[in-house]
């Protein structure tokens, strides 16, 4: 059974040493890992959060922060060394920490979180992000596997990213970089956007796939929305997946005019039954999708 965990953006942002005692509610809930956002330096204690985690019998995964300064994909000199410099603190922390995977945009060139919209590239320009991209994921890579830890590129949707959005693209760059280390992850949330077919994409993916996160198209809790997770889970089966599945279903439930969807917001109500069936309803689904008639 793939383990299942919880983003740490469930409860608190940042998540620092008060927030501790939530490891034990997360294993409580059903969740076997926490995904953790990489700390940034000074957020927590390295070795004191892995004692916390494994007092709670809890595994992790980190979630890596790019933005405009740290950035794979920029054409400045500084901020492409950043970034390049950013994955290889980002791998230390989870060898620290005692995580395989660092998953996230590792390519940069954030959007809407940026504050900044897409603009059109030139064919020049477009081929040197590539390149750079290339490049840069090359030498974290070697870092990486140097501590023993996956990094792991996500595509996002076109609102997100305008380097890095579908599986065929990320393909398209992980056979270029081809290196062990440096692997794919997917979001259901994106892929619906971007996706004809979520399934087909995640064959595509195939044997690259090493982190998932299995999110409603609208981000609420699984079951919720309109992602068929017959088909989902039946395609993780197809490719032969057996690695960690984490949820973020951190919409929360607030529809009034006006609020802004993209932005985080903490929690406003007690939300562990509804996480708690959120783990199961993955779980159950993971398994019985094993069996076909």
């Known amino acids: ?37 990489v ?32 950035n794979l994909s920029s054409a400045e000199t500084e901020a492409y060394r950043a970034g390049i410099d950013y994955l290889n603190y980002a791998a230390d922390c989870a060898a620290a920490l005692g995580a395989k995977i660092v998953g996230g945009p590792l390519t940069g060139n954030p959007l809407v979180f940026a504050g900044r919209p897409p603009q059109p590239v030139a064919e020049d320009e477009r081929l040197a992000r590539k390149e750079r991209c290339i490049n840069g994921l090359k030498e974290a890579g070697d870092h990486a596997q140097k501590v023993g830890v996956l990094l792991a590129v996500e595509p996002l949707n076109r609102f997100e990213s305008d380097v890095l959005c579908t599986t065929q693209q990320a393909m398209e760059l992980l056979d270029a970089v081809d290196h062990p280390a440096v692997q794919l992850m997917l979001d259901t ?17 195939g044997k690259r796939v090493v982190h998932f996160q299995a999110n409603e198209n609208h981000r609420g809790f699984p079951g919720t929305g309109s992602t068929d997770w017959v088909d989902v889970c039946r395609a993780l ?37 509804r996480l708690a069936a959120s783990a199961s ?13």
Do not use: C
Request: net charge negative; charged share 30%.
């Open 1 to 37: 059974m793939n383990p299942v965990g919880l983003i740490s953006m469930q409860y608190a942002r940042p998540f620092t040493a008060e927030h501790f005692p939530l490891f034990r509610r997360m294993r409580d809930l059903g969740y076997d890992f926490v995904e953790l956002l």
């Open 281 to 293: 309803f993955i779980k159950s689904h993971l398994t019985l999708t094993e069996y076909r008639r």
């Open 237 to 273: 089966h197809e490719i032969r997946y057996q690695g960690p599945v984490s949820l973020e279903p951190f919409r929360r439930n607030d529809d009034r005019f006006g609020v802004p969807f993209a932005q985080w917001r903490p929690p406003h109500e007690d939300e562990s039954e």
């Open 39 to 70: 700390p940034e330096p000074g957020e927590l204690d390295l070795a004191e959060t892995r004692r916390a985690l494994d007092d709670a019998g809890l595994g992790v995964v980190l979630a890596a922060r790019v933005n405009l300064q740290r």
């Open 189 to 205: 949330f994106h892929m619906h956007m971007e996706e004809a077919s979520i399934a087909e994409a995640i064959r595509l993916g």
